[in-house]
């Protein structure tokens, strides 16, 4: 699962609002919802293609990495901190308000601000910024330690060519044919931190998120997906950045039966409503 646009991260939107898509009349992109079990051959192998070559991206970008060990020290926060942080209780701390670029930064060097600074990190780094050289470079810049940037950047360039755009429905330079939106945003579901101390943190970030072509007459419907990434952190200066980074399938849900939107509605969907900054 490699998802979502990143809300603000590559075309600079930060809405602040939360996105109910409405139900329409179907046409010729959005038909009424199909189960697994309905999606033609062609279809299927289509979008399993994509969202392999989107994990190969993370994965390729990771081979030998930095070589740093995961640090499993355990929390050092008080007994309230622990309790605050529990699943789906949010700590109540402020989201930070600081940014770089569309970025947010300057989180606290707590596993709160290191749960926060992953989730934001993770929309950023799977988004349709990726596929723009130059956006692309910025978000790797900002989000990955400075001993990783040079590293992951190069690895990254030679990974999103022009057949690897093909392969994923695109144009040459990695945007969208006439007619059709690239839709590529992730949702952090929730986050959790398996290991940490006053330097590093590893922080796992499970999310669900869009990937696709809106379109009349698309052949790579905008689909929804789930995956966890695991991202290795380190507190570099004054903030969290990020060392290496993982992704995997799953857990997935079983898909809901609210009817499938129309092209038109997808694609203004993902124009009109913002992301969010996401704090723990």
Not at 73 to 79: D, E, P, Q
Request: one cysteine or more; proline letters at 5%.
């Amino acid at each position: 699962m490699s998802i979502g646009d990143d809300g603000g991260y590559g075309d600079g939107r930060t809405g602040q609002t939360r996105t109910r898509l409405p139900d329409s009349e179907s046409d010729t992109y959005g038909t009424p919802r199909r189960t697994r079990s309905t999606l033609s051959s062609r279809n299927l192998i289509t979008v399993v293609g994509v969202v392999v070559l989107l994990i190969a991206a993370i994965a390729f970008a990771n081979r030998g990495g930095s070589g740093n060990s995961e640090t499993d020290t355990g929390s050092s926060g008080s007994t309230t901190d622990q309790a605050a942080a529990q699943p789906t209780a949010p700590t109540g701390t402020k989201p930070v308000t600081g940014k770089t670029g569309s970025i947010a930064s300057g989180f606290p060097k707590t596993e709160q601000g290191a749960q926060s600074a992953a989730a934001n990190y993770v929309v950023a780094l799977s988004s349709s910024a990726m596929f723009n050289r130059d956006q692309r470079h910025q978000v790797v810049g900002t989000v990955m330690a400075p001993s990783a940037v040079e590293t992951v950047q190069g690895k990254l360039d030679s990974l999103y060519s022009p057949q690897f755009f093909k392969n994923a429905g695109l144009k040459a330079d990695g945007t969208a044919p006439a007619g059709m939106t690239f839709v590529y945003r992730t949702i952090p579901v929730g986050t959790k931190t398996t290991a940490f101390s006053a330097s590093e943190a590893t922080v796992e970030v499970w999310c669900t998120g869009l990937l696709g072509l809106a379109g009349e007459g698309s052949t790579r419907p905008v689909t929804t997906n789930w995956g966890t990434f695991t991202m290795k952190l380190t507190w570099t200066g004054d903030d969290w950045k990020t060392l290496s980074y993982t992704q995997k399938n799953g857990p997935a849900p079983v898909s809901g039966d609210v009817p499938a939107s129309g092209a038109k509605e997808i694609a203004g969907a993902v124009a009109g409503y913002g992301g969010f900054t996401y704090a723990r």
